[in-house]
T-cell receptor, first 114, second 113 residues
Framework: GAGVSQSPSNKVTEKGKDVELRCDPISGHTALYWYRQSLGQGLEFLIYFQGNSAPDKSGLPSDRFSAERTGGSVSTLTIQRTQQEDSAVYLC????????????FGSGTRLTVV | AQSVTQLGSHVSVSEGALVLLRCNYSSSVPPYLFWYVQYPNQGLQLLLKYTTGATLVKGINGFEAEFKKSETSFHLTKPSAHMSDAAEYFCAVSDRGNNDMRFGAGTRLTVKP
Protein backbone atom coordinates (compact mmCIF):
# COMPACT_ATOMS: atom_id res chain seq x y z
CA GLY A 1 0.00 0.00 0.00
CA ALA A 2 0.87 3.66 -0.06
CA GLY A 3 1.68 3.83 3.61
CA VAL A 4 1.95 1.77 6.77
CA SER A 5 -1.48 0.69 7.91
CA GLN A 6 -2.29 -0.26 11.49
CA SER A 7 -5.47 -1.71 12.90
CA PRO A 8 -7.41 -1.19 14.98
CA SER A 9 -6.79 2.50 15.53
CA ASN A 10 -8.23 2.24 19.03
CA LYS A 11 -8.68 -0.75 21.31
CA VAL A 12 -10.20 -0.87 24.76
CA THR A 13 -9.82 -4.16 26.56
CA GLU A 14 -10.36 -5.55 30.01
CA LYS A 15 -7.43 -6.41 32.22
CA GLY A 16 -6.42 -10.02 31.69
CA LYS A 17 -7.66 -10.30 28.13
CA ASP A 18 -5.42 -10.95 25.13
CA VAL A 19 -5.16 -8.44 22.28
CA GLU A 20 -3.77 -8.55 18.75
CA LEU A 21 -2.51 -5.49 16.95
CA ARG A 22 -1.94 -5.58 13.20
CA CYS A 23 0.56 -3.80 10.99
CA ASP A 24 0.60 -3.82 7.19
CA PRO A 25 3.91 -2.30 6.01
CA ILE A 26 4.73 -0.59 2.76
CA SER A 27 4.99 -3.09 -0.04
CA GLY A 28 8.61 -4.06 -0.64
CA HIS A 29 9.90 -2.83 2.72
CA THR A 30 11.89 -5.66 4.21
CA ALA A 31 12.32 -4.16 7.67
CA LEU A 32 9.46 -3.80 10.16
CA TYR A 33 9.55 -2.34 13.67
CA TRP A 34 7.24 -2.09 16.63
CA TYR A 35 7.53 0.71 19.17
CA ARG A 36 5.49 1.63 22.21
CA GLN A 37 4.73 5.23 23.16
CA SER A 38 3.37 5.80 26.62
CA LEU A 39 1.79 9.08 27.71
CA GLY A 40 4.48 11.73 27.95
CA GLN A 41 7.21 9.25 27.08
CA GLY A 42 9.43 8.75 24.09
CA LEU A 43 9.38 5.74 21.86
CA GLU A 44 10.29 2.42 23.39
CA PHE A 45 11.69 -0.13 20.95
CA LEU A 46 9.90 -3.48 21.12
CA ILE A 47 10.87 -5.73 18.22
CA TYR A 48 12.44 -5.62 14.76
CA PHE A 49 12.02 -7.89 11.75
CA GLN A 50 14.42 -7.88 8.81
CA GLY A 51 13.56 -10.09 5.87
CA ASN A 52 13.72 -13.76 6.75
CA SER A 53 16.19 -13.29 9.59
CA ALA A 54 15.33 -14.11 13.17
CA PRO A 55 13.66 -11.07 14.76
CA ASP A 56 15.38 -8.86 17.31
CA LYS A 57 13.13 -9.29 20.34
CA SER A 58 15.41 -7.49 22.77
CA GLY A 59 12.88 -4.74 23.50
CA LEU A 60 9.90 -6.86 24.45
CA PRO A 61 9.11 -5.96 28.08
CA SER A 62 7.87 -9.37 29.20
CA ASP A 63 6.97 -12.83 27.92
CA ARG A 64 3.37 -11.68 27.62
CA PHE A 65 4.43 -9.82 24.48
CA SER A 66 5.08 -11.61 21.20
CA ALA A 67 5.06 -10.73 17.53
CA GLU A 68 5.17 -12.50 14.24
CA ARG A 69 5.53 -11.49 10.66
CA THR A 70 3.94 -13.73 8.06
CA GLY A 71 5.33 -14.01 4.56
CA GLY A 72 7.65 -11.09 5.14
CA SER A 73 4.74 -8.67 5.10
CA VAL A 74 1.95 -8.28 7.67
CA SER A 75 2.93 -8.35 11.33
CA THR A 76 0.85 -9.05 14.42
CA LEU A 77 1.82 -7.94 17.91
CA THR A 78 0.10 -10.00 20.59
CA ILE A 79 -0.19 -9.03 24.23
CA GLN A 80 -1.43 -11.78 26.52
CA ARG A 81 -3.13 -11.22 29.88
CA THR A 82 -3.08 -7.45 29.43
CA GLN A 83 -2.23 -5.21 32.38
CA GLN A 84 -3.07 -1.56 32.93
CA GLU A 85 0.57 -0.61 32.40
CA ASP A 86 0.27 -1.94 28.85
CA SER A 87 -1.93 1.04 28.00
CA ALA A 88 -0.06 3.03 25.35
CA VAL A 89 0.08 3.82 21.67
CA TYR A 90 1.73 1.03 19.71
CA LEU A 91 3.46 2.27 16.60
CA CYS A 92 4.60 0.20 13.65
CA UNK A 93 7.16 1.37 11.10
CA UNK A 94 8.76 -0.09 8.02
CA UNK A 95 11.81 0.73 5.94
CA UNK A 96 13.73 -0.57 2.97
CA UNK A 97 16.60 -2.90 3.79
CA UNK A 98 19.03 -0.11 4.54
CA UNK A 99 18.50 2.09 7.57
CA UNK A 100 19.65 5.31 5.95
CA UNK A 101 16.20 5.89 4.49
CA UNK A 102 14.55 6.45 7.85
CA UNK A 103 11.33 4.81 8.85
CA UNK A 104 7.76 5.28 7.64
CA PHE A 105 5.38 5.07 10.58
CA GLY A 106 1.77 4.05 10.79
CA SER A 107 -0.74 6.10 12.76
CA GLY A 108 -0.60 3.70 15.66
CA THR A 109 -3.02 1.70 17.77
CA ARG A 110 -4.11 3.31 21.01
CA LEU A 111 -4.55 0.53 23.56
CA THR A 112 -6.44 1.17 26.76
CA VAL A 113 -6.60 -1.54 29.39
CA VAL A 114 -9.40 -1.02 31.92
CA ALA B 1 24.93 1.26 22.03
CA GLN B 2 23.65 4.50 20.66
CA SER B 3 21.39 6.88 22.62
CA VAL B 4 19.80 10.30 22.23
CA THR B 5 19.18 13.12 24.67
CA GLN B 6 16.74 15.90 23.86
CA LEU B 7 17.18 18.93 26.07
CA GLY B 8 13.84 20.40 27.05
CA SER B 9 10.66 18.38 27.03
CA HIS B 10 8.69 21.51 26.18
CA VAL B 11 9.68 24.55 24.11
CA SER B 12 7.44 27.56 23.59
CA VAL B 13 8.09 30.25 20.98
CA SER B 14 6.13 33.10 19.47
CA GLU B 15 4.95 32.97 15.90
CA GLY B 16 7.75 34.27 13.69
CA ALA B 17 10.48 33.58 16.21
CA LEU B 18 13.43 31.23 15.81
CA VAL B 19 12.82 27.59 16.64
CA LEU B 20 15.73 25.68 18.22
CA LEU B 21 15.25 22.11 19.43
CA ARG B 22 18.32 20.48 20.91
CA CYS B 23 19.54 16.95 20.38
CA ASN B 24 22.75 15.29 21.54
CA TYR B 25 23.66 11.74 20.71
CA SER B 26 25.97 9.05 21.90
CA SER B 27 27.32 6.55 19.42
CA SER B 28 30.46 4.49 19.19
CA VAL B 29 30.56 4.81 15.42
CA PRO B 30 29.55 7.56 12.97
CA PRO B 31 25.79 7.60 13.19
CA TYR B 32 22.81 8.21 11.03
CA LEU B 33 20.70 10.99 12.58
CA PHE B 34 17.03 11.80 12.09
CA TRP B 35 14.37 14.24 13.17
CA TYR B 36 10.72 13.20 13.17
CA VAL B 37 7.59 15.23 13.82
CA GLN B 38 4.38 13.88 15.35
CA TYR B 39 1.15 15.81 15.02
CA PRO B 40 -1.70 14.95 17.42
CA ASN B 41 -3.17 11.48 16.93
CA GLN B 42 -0.81 10.72 14.08
CA GLY B 43 2.26 8.62 13.55
CA LEU B 44 5.75 10.03 13.20
CA GLN B 45 6.76 11.75 9.96
CA LEU B 46 10.36 12.07 8.83
CA LEU B 47 11.48 15.73 8.79
CA LEU B 48 15.08 15.29 7.75
CA LYS B 49 18.07 13.00 8.06
CA TYR B 50 21.84 13.03 8.05
CA THR B 51 23.64 9.99 6.70
CA THR B 52 26.74 11.25 4.95
CA GLY B 53 28.06 14.27 3.07
CA ALA B 54 27.00 17.82 3.87
CA THR B 55 26.57 18.34 7.59
CA LEU B 56 23.81 20.91 7.19
CA VAL B 57 20.69 19.16 6.04
CA LYS B 58 17.42 20.70 4.98
CA GLY B 59 14.07 19.06 5.50
CA ILE B 60 10.42 19.68 4.95
CA ASN B 61 8.47 22.69 6.21
CA GLY B 62 11.55 24.93 6.35
CA PHE B 63 13.39 22.97 9.03
CA GLU B 64 17.09 22.25 8.97
CA ALA B 65 19.64 20.60 11.22
CA GLU B 66 23.40 20.57 11.44
CA PHE B 67 25.51 17.57 12.37
CA LYS B 68 28.37 18.68 14.62
CA LYS B 69 30.63 15.75 15.35
CA SER B 70 32.79 17.68 17.83
CA GLU B 71 29.72 18.50 19.89
CA THR B 72 27.88 15.22 19.21
CA SER B 73 24.87 17.35 18.40
CA PHE B 74 22.15 17.48 15.76
CA HIS B 75 20.02 20.48 16.72
CA LEU B 76 16.88 21.29 14.73
CA THR B 77 16.18 24.87 13.69
CA LYS B 78 13.67 26.93 11.76
CA PRO B 79 14.15 30.68 11.26
CA SER B 80 10.50 31.65 11.69
CA ALA B 81 7.94 29.59 13.57
CA HIS B 82 4.46 29.07 12.20
CA MET B 83 1.39 28.06 14.15
CA SER B 84 1.26 24.83 12.15
CA ASP B 85 4.66 23.84 13.55
CA ALA B 86 3.13 23.04 16.93
CA ALA B 87 3.79 19.33 17.43
CA GLU B 88 6.04 16.80 19.16
CA TYR B 89 9.54 16.46 17.72
CA PHE B 90 11.74 13.41 18.11
CA CYS B 91 15.44 13.08 17.45
CA ALA B 92 16.71 9.60 16.59
CA VAL B 93 20.06 7.92 16.04
CA SER B 94 21.03 4.72 14.30
CA ASP B 95 24.46 3.13 13.97
CA ARG B 96 25.47 2.64 10.38
CA GLY B 97 24.68 -0.84 9.22
CA ASN B 98 22.41 -1.40 12.19
CA ASN B 99 18.68 -1.04 11.70
CA ASP B 100 18.06 -0.43 15.38
CA MET B 101 17.00 3.20 15.75
CA ARG B 102 16.87 4.83 19.17
CA PHE B 103 14.62 7.80 19.84
CA GLY B 104 14.85 10.68 22.26
CA ALA B 105 12.05 11.40 24.71
CA GLY B 106 10.66 14.11 22.45
CA THR B 107 10.20 17.86 22.67
CA ARG B 108 6.77 19.40 22.51
CA LEU B 109 6.81 22.65 20.56
CA THR B 110 4.14 25.25 21.31
CA VAL B 111 3.77 28.30 19.06
CA LYS B 112 2.09 31.35 20.55
CA PRO B 113 0.24 33.86 18.34
Amino acid sequence: GAGVSQSPSNKVTEKGKDVELRCDPISGHTALYWYRQSLGQGLEFLIYFQGNSAPDKSGLPSDRFSAERTGGSVSTLTIQRTQQEDSAVYLCASSPSSNNYGYTFGSGTRLTVV
Amino acid sequence: AQSVTQLGSHVSVSEGALVLLRCNYSSSVPPYLFWYVQYPNQGLQLLLKYTTGATLVKGINGFEAEFKKSETSFHLTKPSAHMSDAAEYFCAVSDRGNNDMRFGAGTRLTVKP
